[in-house]
């Protein structure tokens, strides 16, 4: 499977961006009755888009949909006092369970637009570039 990164693309390039590496992994309280079927150490990375489990370990759907909406979110660039930045465990979303996911920043990656998506830098669909309306949104 071709990667769709590159650690050589400079930063500066005009259509690249970078994205943070996560790390997602399970705290259980010791002593404590875990209702979801994590162990303490459980993780997942992800790596772009790509999630990826260890071999011979799962994860419970309830679970990574309780972090999943977070995800995209963390491995953009935030600010140092955006929650964000600093907030970085998620409940277990059954309410009887102590266990938490904990998401850890582990490196950074750039890519290139042209190589995730086929709508172009200029003139994409829905009138104007999707340049001006992001920079329309953040001046």
């Not at 172009?120 to 669909?125: A, F, I, P, T, Y």
């Amino acid at each position: 499977m071709k990667e769709r990164y590159s650690v050589n693309v400079p930063v500066e390039s005009e259509d690249s961006f970078q994205l943070y590496d996560l790390r997602v992994e399970v705290v259980c309280p010791p002593g404590k009755r875990i209702m979801c079927g994590a162990k303490n150490g459980d993780f997942f990375t992800l790596q772009g888009e790509m999630l990826k489990l260890p071999p011979n370990q799962g994860i419970s759907i309830y679970s990574l949909g309780a972090v999943l909406p977070l995800l995209a979110a963390k491995q953009r660039v935030t600010p140092p006092s955006d929650w964000m930045s600093t907030d970085a465990e998620v409940a277990c979303p059954d309410p009887n369970c102590p266990s938490r996911l904990r998401i850890i920043r582990t490196g950074v990656r750039t890519f290139r637009h042209g190589d995730v998506t086929v709508v172009s830098l200029r003139g994409g669909s829905g009138g104007g570039s999707t340049e001006e309306a992001w920079t329309a949104g953040h001046t």
